[in-house]
């Protein structure tokens, strides 16, 4: 965090932005501004540098072709390595998940690297599409409450021993390999396959990237009215028998 | 195309029989229109039926992601002019649907025909179509998976080779990349106020730049093309430059673009533009679209808007606060169960307005509209919705199905 404001950095929303991801934005940046925190968003489009002084990265899901154009685009620029190797925060989503990996399937069938930045590997799936309402149970070690959200991709994501699963499901595919995982983390770098926006399911994993980014314990408390009945009310739907 | 071809075979003549009686049984049960039902009865008995009804007719497809229901309204009333018109004209826009709505219309001479976009490609060879008309194309429903970029594409694999004249907007990159495959474009500029679908380029994934209202991709080259047909304000401006005006009962600027590329349509047909604009003005709403009804002493406007791009345009035409604002969104079958997209509407455009918020989702619109720092309230019917308003005029927005639930409710 800088002296005055928190950075947080939008990646691409030319290429990855299809499904409502920059909700993650607005959300990150409200729940701040609602603790009196002076946010500075940064938009930053593929033909442009990434800024290597953000605090938070947010990086949403996309198309098969924009995802493989970004990840050539990321691993030329570079910058969003060397954020992460200075501590920045990276919270990402489906196509943006899969390009912090060390691999995933391109738009022609083919492998192409990723960042490196969590130690996953994507493969494309054979089995029917993953779409649907997802409830999940978050790796305990993160202290948060269960995960509500949407998930639609064909991907299936196996972890390597430097990334913890980000969470168990109880509904949905999550990284599809059939072991219940759903997403993966480290200490500074979060992936999952969560639309709805995410952070709007689950304010709490917000205010986790902000304690993080601001090294904090405890954040100030929020008026969550509006967050808890939509999250009740999507946890009761998922719970049902469809 | 407007000789007349040998009349149906006697299993077409069958099919279509049969069609109606399914069509008329549905509705005894209750069943809606029937038209669609009809029609796939119809299709099963004869498969090419489909073309053998279009044989005798000239056709004008109408497809986009938004405003193929009104533009087909539009269109049709303008070819009236020359003649007969059959259309689908209540938006079964299917090939089941389409059928049945052909099969009434035997001594039409003009078949106006809205196509979902995901069957253009399909239902333009079976048809042959004199024109092709392409709106806009952006994202909706995406957890069907129609996503938008293959769309464009599949249409652009779809049109090529076709003896159709496309009328296609030069101003949505992605309608361009998909109509400029084939030989005879007519580009109607009908302005996009939606970018957020195009700013990478169709052809080769460069970043787009789109300085004032044009686009153009640095690494290929790829740019809007030169209109012939302009939408300029009220008016709109025919290849010889003469200026036109619109007069619509239709509100919005979307709805101008709309008449702008109905009229280079109609101009296909030899009807001359304010002749066409003139049939247009009768249009006052479309299926419940536009309309506006008596609801507890107050003046409810009924707007749909299904996507982003469609509530973008949708609020560009609201009366400026204080007129308040009902939103209601549902995420069943037909609307896409997947509400992500509410976050790529901008929201404060609202700003100002008093909001009311009803519909299966209300609680996803309630924390979007907190995120945008709106004041807002919650209610469970549209009846507490909008005895918690003032009278007189309001504005209700709402997506598909939420606006078939209001419609229901105020007796439209
Ligand atoms: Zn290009």
Redesign the interface.
Known sequence: MSDTSLRVVWIY???L???????NV??VE?RARRRGLKVDRIDV???QPIPTSGDIYLIGGG?D??QR?AAERLRRDGGLQRSVNNGAIVFSVCAGYQILGHEFVNDLGNPEPGLGLLDVVSVRGEAE?C??DVLADVDPALGLPELTG?E?HQGVTHIGPGARPLATVRLGKGNGIGDGNEGAWNDTVFGTYL???VL?RNPLVADHLLKLALDVNALPPVDDR??D??RA?RIASAAQPA | MTESTEPLSPRARLAVTAGKAAAAVSRAAGRGSGSVIGGRVALKLDPDLLARLAGHLDVVLVSATNGKTTTTRLIAEALRAGGPVVSNALGANMPAGITSALAGGSDARYGVIEVDEKYLAGVARDVEPKVIALLNLS?DQ??R?A????LAEHWRTGLEGSKATIVANCDDPLVVWAASSSAHVVWVAAGQEWK?DA??CPAC?G?LQRPDDGFVC?ECGFARPQPTWVLSGDHVLDPHGSAWPIHLQLPGRANKANAASSAAVAAVFGIAPQVALERMYSVAAVAGRYDVVTYQNRELRLLLAKNPAGWLETFSLIDPPPTPVVLSVNARGADG????????VDYTRLAGHPIAVIGDRR??L???L????LEFTVHDTLQQAIGALPPGRIELIANYTAFQDVRRVVGN
Do not use: C, I, K
């Not at chain 1, 932005?17 to 909700?23: A, V």
């Open positions: 929303p030319d290429l932005s299809t499904y409502g991801d920059q909700g607005l959300v409200r489009r593929s033909d198309e072709r924009p154009l599409r779409v649907g949407f639609n639309h709805g926006p709007a509006w967050y009945a939509l009310e | 994202r995406l957890d998976a996503e938008t970029r293959m957020d700013w990478s994934g970043v640095g169960t997947d509400t992500s997209w509410l976050w790529d609680l996803d309630a924390v979007r907190e995120v945008a720092g």
